[in-house]
């Protein structure tokens, strides 16, 4: 299969406000369904911080799709994770046919090859293996504190099941409580917020995906969750769906952001 190093990210939108609405008013993100994509990838003998400074600020200087709404990349953080070393890119994009229209012309463009072949040794993604989601994100990152200046973010990610005659529609419906429940709760200062991804080619299955800004503040947010979320909600939530056990932990990181596009993100050094 060829590989196709292709390092678009995602980032998650709140639409404008309605002409009926005060100019100031925000709707709601959960009214709103973004269209992602995600690409394994792995890293090669070189990658390390340097490079990947050198690499991502280099590729940033190749964007021109303006349906590019941000980047956001993932490295596993434990050798446990379901897919064992596989990292991942994330995309998001105004729409799908935005999406296609923007690999086409990413695959045929000179400069893109040429920086693919000079960072090869560093990550290689497959672009030919990405799958299509529709994501909603019914709390936005900043609500429990502010993110990391660096753009590093900490990630849990279930994989789950909807029973029969359920469909994404029951899990929408659901997030509006769980969002309550843990506005109620204790999160402050972790970041955390999640988004839901459901895949377009199955519909019998969702990603539950939890952020927050640090490992600390998962263990917090998940203490939390334990302490004042779960059995409100979890009885609700097994109507519907059933997650797996354990989750795919990752490192990640904010890598471009079309509301900021001279953002750089700062790697730790290795």
């Avoid at 590989?3 to 009214?31: G, H, K, N, R, W």
């Avoid at 400074?53 to 349906?67: C, N, R, V, Y």
């Avoid at 998940?222 to 302490?227: G, L, P």
Wanted: overall charge negative.
């Amino acid at each position: 299969m060829k590989y196709i190093p292709t390092f678009f990210v995602s980032i998650f939108f709140i639409a404008s406000c309605s002409m009926e609405q005060a100019s100031e008013q925000e709707s709601d993100p959960l009214d709103y369904q973004s269209f992602t994509e995600f690409m394994p990838c792995n890293a090669g003998p070189d990658f390390n911080s340097e490079n990947m400074t050198a690499m991502i600020s280099e590729w940033q200087k190749l964007l021109s799709a303006e349906d590019l709404r941000g980047v956001w990349g993932y490295a596993p953080a434990v050798d446990t994770n379901s897919v064992g070393n596989t990292g991942w890119w994330e995309l998001e994009w105004t729409s799908m046919d935005a999406a296609d229209a923007a690999w086409e012309q990413w695959v045929k463009n000179e400069k893109a090859i040429a920086w693919q072949e000079k960072y090869e040794s560093v990550l290689q993604c497959d672009g030919e293996a990405r799958n299509s989601f529709d994501s909603v994100l019914p709390i936005i990152p900043t609500t429990y504190g502010e993110t990391n200046d660096s753009g590093y973010f900490y990630s849990e990610v279930y994989i789950c099941e909807f029973n029969e005659g359920y469909s994404k529609d029951d899990a929408i419906k659901f997030l509006y409580g769980f969002r309550d429940a843990v506005d109620n709760a204790d999160y402050a200062d972790t970041t955390y917020h999640l988004l839901n991804y459901f895949f377009q080619d199955d519909p019998s299955r969702f990603l539950w995906a939890n952020f927050t800004n640090s490992k600390e503040s998962m263990d917090k947010a998940n203490a939390s969750f334990e302490a004042s979320v779960r059995d409100k909600m979890f009885p609700l939530f097994s109507e519907f769906a059933s997650c797996g056990e354990k989750p795919d932990l990752y490192n990640g990181f904010t890598l471009y952001w079309s509301k900021k596009k001279d953002f750089m993100p700062t790697f730790p050094k290795q």
